[in-house]
């Protein structure tokens, strides 16, 4: 049996209720877009010559980018952060949950703002969804491009430092369907090393439990059996990878295969890298952006 069919086969029993999201409202414009089959809800603010596209993670929703979203609006960007098919205030769809579809969907998007030369930061699976935006044929060349905390291959390889064995993602599973609700809330935590508020923490993970299950599966499948690394051969643009310290293995495995990259690992960060230090996510991002 295929690791695919597998991990699948593990996954479909995951159909829970969901709860309402709840969105933070912050210094941004709430906007939709009509995109093919989907309404895209993302937020924006600031206005200039460069624009900074966020992408976030797994049934993680814009707002998580509330820390780089006015610091880089004051600093001369259009700043937007975007709810992936299926998250937050998008059109929740049963299929096309795959980061191939949300990389044509990010493709649309562009194409429909007319924007050109986007600066792409994606944060988690959202590493996923650029990667395979640049392997597609039509897209459009981004100036920069930004990996934070996100892998290339979700199961393990004897030659990558990453990835979980069928065994990891098996537990994972029967936690998930024993409680979404606990698991998410774990999993909600287990991406921060910095004390974060109780209402940051509960407002993350109910937008994560708004999303419909099959989609959470449909996802969590595609991470664990997708295989991305051939598609790092393709990133020819100036490339700016931020680790958490403790996925530094994996930071300098993808420096190795992106020619002319920069790592930059944040100590005492954990994997919402942005939100546990936001001063220094900022300032690292702020000096590539202002680089040559």
């Known amino acids: 049996m295929s690791i695919r069919l597998l991990a699948f086969c593990l996954a479909t029993a995951l159909v829970v209720a969901a709860i309402p999201s709840m969105a933070q409202k912050g210094p941004w414009k709430d906007q939709r877009l009509k ?4 309404r895209v809800h993302y937020i924006e603010a600031g206005a200039g010559d460069r ?20 610091y880089f609006a004051a600093r001369g960007f259009r700043v937007i952060a975007i709810d992936p098919r299926s998250h937050g205030q998008t059109t929740r769809t049963d299929d096309g949950n795959t980061y191939e579809q949300q990389a044509a969907d990010l493709l649309a998007f562009l194409r429909e703002l007319r924007i050109e030369r986007p600066i792409l930061v994606g944060w988690s699976a959202g590493v996923s969804v650029l990667l395979e935006y640049l392997a597609g044929s039509e897209m459009r060349l981004p100036q920069k491009l930004v990996l934070v905390d996100g892998g290339v291959l979700g199961h393990k390889k004897d030659d990558y430092p990453g990835g979980s ?11 998930f369907q024993d409680s979404r609700a606990k698991f998410t809330e774990q999993f909600v935590k287990s991406m921060f090393k910095v004390p974060q508020s ?9 937008a994560a439990l708004a999303i419909p299950a099959g989609s959470v599966v449909s996802l969590y499948v595609d991470l664990f059996t997708g295989d991305r690394r051939p598609l ?10 931020v680790m958490a310290e403790d996925h530094r293995l994996i930071g300098e495995y993808l420096q190795s295969k992106i ?10 960060a954990g994997h919402a890298v942005f939100l546990d230090k936001p001063q220094a996510f900022n300032q690292v991002l702020e000096d590539f952006l202002g680089a040559n």
């Open 165 to 175: 064995t069928i065994e990891e993602f098996r537990s994972r599973v029967l936690a």
């Open 232 to 241: 790092l051969a393709r990133v020819r643009v100036p490339t700016l990878i």
């Open 198 to 206: 109780q209402l940051l923490i509960q407002e993350i993970t109910r």
């Open 259 to 268: 020619s002319g990259s920069r790592l930059e690992v944040i100590e005492g």
């Open 51 to 70: 624009t900074l596209v966020f992408i976030p993670g797994w049934t993680m929703i814009a707002e998580v980018w509330r820390e780089q979203i006015p």
């Open 35 to 38: 995109v093919g089959d989907l």
